[in-house]
Nanobody
Framework: QVDAVESGGGSVQPGGSLRLSCTAS????????MRWYRETPGNEREMVAG???????EYSESVKGRFTISRDNAENVLYLQMDSLKPEDAATYFC?????????WGRGTLVTVSS
């Protein structure tokens, strides 16, 4: 399996923005249903956003209208643009395919939202 590598997390105030990135060697994001997930201590990992090979996107209700998933096919990078961040968005964010997961879970990237 190929390792996912997430980056771009950080600490922002409520209302702020971050853009997360995910790479996975030469794994072809454009040919797979890719998703962003997030996890907080004591809670199960949840799907946040997804994008299919033909570009259909999906979002959890909690982030719809604020987050945007995209990918750069030439660079093979998956992005998550996060705007209007709320304290409840604070989590460690991961990327992977939809089930069955095709990538080895990375370490994730931590997002902190606080004033």
């Amino acid at each position: 399996q190929v390792d996912a590598v997430e980056s771009g997390g950080g600490s922002v105030q409520p209302g702020g923005s971050l853009r997360l990135s995910c790479t996975a060697s030469d794994y072809p994001f454009s040919r797979n249903h890719m998703r962003w997930y997030r996890e907080t201590p004591g809670n199960e990992r949840e799907m946040v956003a997804g994008i299919t090979p033909i570009g259909i996107t999906e979002y959890s209700e909690s982030v719809k209208g604020r987050f945007t998933i995209s990918r750069d096919n030439a660079e093979n990078v998956l992005y998550l643009q996060m705007d209007s961040l709320k304290p409840e968005d604070a989590a460690t964010y991961f990327c992977n395919t939809a089930w069955p997961y095709q990538l080895t879970w990375g370490r994730g990237t931590l997002v902190t939202v606080s004033s």
